[in-house]
């Protein structure tokens, strides 16, 4: 069973950063991606960013130019780094590997970004 561990959320103001970090209890070179959902209460999950594990990024319209995902294999760590953050970008974000077989998620991580 493998565990995927989020933290580094919190309560940022408007136009403020943080990030984001997902350690997994092994390599994550192991799967074919990780990425980063978010899930705004009464809203569906969505997908905010992936990166494969050859190093290809992906990124949904709405955090483009804003957000960067990376990867630290050593630590077996994924991050999402989020700049210039908006009262909408408020949500519970979650780790998510990509496996052969089941996926795995976190536990998530609260984002909240008010004035």
């Known amino acids: 069973q493998v565990q995927l561990v989020e933290s580094g959320g919190g309560l940022v103001q408007p136009g403020g950063s943080l990030r984001l970090s997902c350690v997994a209890s092994?390599?994550?070179?192991?799967?074919?991606?990780m990425g980063w959902y978010c899930q705004a209460p009464g809203k569906q999950r969505k997908l905010v960013a992936q990166i494969t594990s050859g190093g290809s990024t992906n990124y949904a319209d709405f955090v483009k130019g804003r957000f960067t995902i990376s990867r630290d294999n050593a630590k077996n760590t994924v991050y999402l780094q989020m700049n210039s953050l908006k009262a909408e970008d408020t949500a519970l974000y979650y780790c998510?590997?990509?496996?052969?077989?089941?996926?795995?998620w976190g536990q998530g991580t609260q984002v909240t970004v008010s004035s």
């Open positions: 998510k590997a990509w496996a052969i077989g089941p996926d795995y």
């Open positions: 092994r390599s994550i070179s192991s799967f074919n991606a």
